[in-house]
């Protein structure tokens, strides 16, 4: 009888965890499997450990890479690599299929960032009085603020007034690291009235910030809801993501040196700079030669 891909991706998940790998890692690798069983599956294959093929795998990549930014084509790619490592540790296969094969050759494609007209019209889109509309504002304006990531989103707890009125929160990061972002008056606006419309929550003893109607919110759901506000606004394709690049944008067009960036960002690597800094380079590189005029003043 084959084998079963999913029932195999569910034990390396608990491989996974009992590693004590983060939960965005073992998540992500188990989308790997996933995305790549359901591409089988469209192809009238079985999803099952005799279709996991040097020959299908290059195939599925290959595809990935003609449709999906190189990130993705990147991650997808290291989380069927470790799978496959595993089945080999686990004797479930003899040999590696992705052994010798490359990741594709990729070239990150600039997230645009957020135009003033459209985040005019997000807004719009979350408007209302009841809870769902007010986090989502409140989300909205915290992600367009404070540049954070969506994990370090849903981590956040409830604050106290005198929390909220400084203008700073904390948020826990990559490798568990704490850091300070900071957000201005709309958003600390935003925030208030939600936490007064979240006090009738059912779920509103809990210590998680931002609330569902199944308790509290997890990222796939506030990548949901950021999907559907965009949808809603005319924003094709929208993910919280996007708010990151247009911080960064926002904050290198104002001015700010890159070293505040990196610490504000809580990025590690320098390398994260650059990636970041690629959205809407052309149009900093113009407002900042326009500023200087050097011919202008002799």
């Not at 190189?70 to 290291?78: D, G, N, P």
């Not at 989380?79 to 992705?98: K, N, Q």
């Amino acid at each position: 009888m084959a084998v079963e891909l999913r029932d195999l991706g569910a034990s390396f998940a608990r491989y996974l965890r009992a590693e004590r790998k983060a939960a965005g890692t073992v998540r992500l690798y188990g989308q790997s499997v996933e995305f790549y069983s359901r591409w089988l599956e469209a192809r009238g294959k079985p999803a099952t450990l005799d279709h996991l093929t040097r020959r299908e795998i290059v195939d599925w990549l290959a595809e990935l890479n003609e449709a999906r930014e190189a990130s993705t084509v990147r991650t997808r790619y290291r989380g069927l690599f470790r799978f496959c490592g595993w089945l080999v540790a686990e004797d479930e296969i003899s040999t590696h299929p992705m052994t010798g094969v490359d990741l594709p050759t990729v070239r990150d494609r600039p997230v645009p960032v957020l135009s003033d007209d459209e985040l005019a019209r997000l807004v719009k889109a979350c408007a209302g009085k009841d809870l769902p509309a007010r986090r989502d504002l409140a989300i909205v304006r915290v992600l367009l603020d404070c540049g954070v990531r969506v994990s370090e989103l849903c981590g956040m707890v409830v604050m106290d007034r005198a929390t909220l009125d400084a203008g700073m929160v904390l948020v826990r990061g990559k490798g568990d690291k704490v850091r300070p972002v900071y957000y201005g008056d709309r958003t600390a606006q935003a925030l208030d009235r939600y936490l007064r419309v979240r006090s009738s929550s059912r779920w509103a003893h809990l210590d998680a910030l931002w609330l569902s109607q199944r308790g509290a919110m997890t990222p796939d759901g506030v990548r949901d809801l950021v999907h559907a506000r965009g949808e809603a606004a005319g924003i094709t394709d929208l993910h919280p993501h996007r708010f990151r690049h247009t911080w960064a944008h926002d904050f290198l067009m104002a001015g700010g040196q890159e070293r505040d960036l990196k610490r504000l960002a809580g990025w590690s690597s320098d390398s994260m700079l650059e990636r970041y800094g690629a959205s809407a380079a052309d149009a900093r590189a113009k407002a900042a030669a326009q500023r200087m005029r050097r011919g202008d003043r002799v």
